[in-house]
């Protein structure tokens, strides 16, 4: 195991991963869905609730995460409610880490769920024109820079800047919808095609409807431990070896690159921490609320130059048996994405590692060895901050 980046002396393993029922849930509340994936991945983990003494989480309750603590009758003596998007568990997973390496926490609990897609159908939730028409966001929300304008525009940048084409952002659709075929936990597991991609309604140009991350319900838990519990684990642990963390932009007239994202500086940060390069990596799970999102994520954490996204995800690369596996089990694009998805990218990175992931779905090694080491990034607002997590087994 190479040497870790937790900053203490401690090191951290994932001890427990699990999801909630995933999709279209129509009878569970956030909440419950909070306790689902609590129980399922300290079952997951052969510990006793007794050893979490840290509790994180957020986008739930007027006073998050110490609703959801009550609801889930844990009274944590660490907390952590940070909140940016889709990073934030990333990020929370990172503090945690360096909890737990410092001796402040033992046992640290990650939970998330949503009932996103229910809302809308039932209609207790309704499309918004922005997060908010305060502070620096009152100078573009008047223009309808929606969120997904946003990414819009910054594809636009990269497509006329690097030559990217509409085809290969179409590419990392039509992969993502392919590994998702083997999940059965994936929410569209039909295959589609480049056309199907580019003939789709368009949202925001030039994204079409399958350019677009899905709307589902879901929640999932990661539960992270001090070495010291490691051999009471049901499972073998996955180790913690390196995290870092960025934040850019809220506003896009101050994004100096819209051809680069925080990943850039996270990626290189988690990559330094944790001792290893990108070429090391078998298996990368990236935020994918739209293509885009992949490929220059892919970019700035280090697995192609800059400019050369669009031609690295063509061929194949990103599927189970490619070059570089990514999403493995579908994504925001393919899979589930009930809000902030980040947690759901370690749950995947963790299963892969351990090769839990099941037949038709299971990345190996080209020598056919289980895979060793995975980069979880997870990316917040429109492209404002970002979180990498590397990971592996021993």
């Given at each position: 195991m190479p040497s870790g980046s937790p900053s203490g002396n401690r090191k951290v393993a994932v001890a427990g991963v699990a999801l909630s029922d995933c999709g279209r849930v129509d009878d569970a509340t956030p909440y419950a869905l909070h306790a689902q994936a609590a129980r399922r991945a300290l079952a997951?983990?052969?510990?006793?609730?007794?050893?979490?003494?840290g509790f994180a989480s957020a986008g739930l309750g007027t006073l998050a995460p110490v609703e959801v603590a009550e609801y889930l009758g844990l009274t944590p003596t660490w907390v952590d409610s940070t909140s940016?998007?889709?990073?934030?568990?990333?990020?929370?997973?990172?503090?945690?880490?360096?909890?737990?390496?410092?001796?402040?926490?033992?046992?640290?609990?990650?939970?998330?769920?949503?009932?996103?897609?229910?809302?809308?159908k039932a209609g207790r939730r309704?499309?918004?024109?922005?997060?908010?028409?305060?502070?620096?966001?009152?100078?573009?929300?008047?223009?309808?820079?929606?969120?997904i304008a946003k990414y819009a525009m910054a594809a636009r940048r990269h497509m006329?800047?690097?030559?990217?084409?509409?085809?290969?952002?179409?590419?990392?659709?039509?992969?993502?919808?392919?590994?998702?075929?083997?999940?059965?936990?994936?929410?569209?597991?039909?295959?589609?095609?480049?056309?199907?991609?580019?003939?789709?309604?368009?949202?925001?140009?030039?994204?079409?409807?399958?350019?677009?991350?899905?709307?589902?319900?879901?929640?999932?838990?990661?539960?992270?431990?001090?070495?010291?519990?490691?051999?009471?684990?049901?499972?073998?642990?996955?180790?913690?070896?390196?995290?870092?963390?960025?934040?850019?932009?809220?506003s896009m007239s101050q994004w100096p690159d819209f051809t680069v994202s925080p990943a850039a500086v996270s990626g290189r940060l988690a990559f330094q921490r944790a001792g290893v390069r990108p070429s090391e990596i078998d298996l990368a799970e990236l935020y994918d609320a739209f293509t885009y999102m992949t490929l220059v994520t892919l970019e700035d954490?280090?697995?192609?130059?800059?400019?050369?996204?669009?031609?690295?995800?063509?061929?194949?690369?990103?599927?189970?048996?490619?070059a570089l596996p990514v999403n493995t089990d579908g994504g925001g694009l393919a899979a589930c994405h009930p809000g902030m998805r980040g947690l759901f990218l370690l749950v995947e990175a963790v299963r892969q590692l351990r090769g839990e992931a099941g037949p038709g779905r299971q990345v190996h090694r080209p020598d056919g060895r289980l895979p060793q080491l995975a980069v979880a990034?997870?990316?917040?607002?429109?492209?404002?901050?970002?979180?990498?997590?590397?990971?592996?087994?021993?």
């Open positions: 997951d983990s052969g510990l006793d609730r007794s050893v979490i003494d940016v998007g889709g990073a934030t568990w990333e990020v929370m997973a990172a503090h945690a880490a360096d909890a737990i390496a410092a001796g402040h926490a033992n046992a640290v609990l990650l939970v998330y769920g949503s009932t996103a897609r229910a809302d809308i309704t499309s918004n024109l922005s997060f908010g028409a305060g502070g620096p966001l009152q100078f573009e929300v008047p223009y309808g820079h929606t969120l006329h800047q690097y030559g990217t084409t509409l085809d290969q952002l179409a590419e990392i659709a039509v992969q993502a919808r392919a590994n998702a075929a083997a999940n059965p936990d994936a929410m569209y597991r039909t295959a589609i095609t480049v056309d199907d991609v580019l003939s789709g309604p368009m949202i925001a140009d030039p994204f079409t409807k399958l350019h677009c991350c899905i709307r589902s319900d879901g929640g999932c838990a990661v539960l992270l431990v001090a070495e010291d519990h490691v051999a009471d684990l049901a499972k073998p642990p996955v180790w913690v070896l390196g995290s870092g963390t960025a934040v850019s932009h809220t954490l280090g697995f192609c130059a800059k400019g050369e996204g669009g031609a690295f995800v063509e061929k194949g690369r990103l599927l189970r048996d490619g990034s997870g990316t917040g607002g429109w492209f404002c901050s970002s979180g990498t997590m590397i990971l592996g087994r021993d």
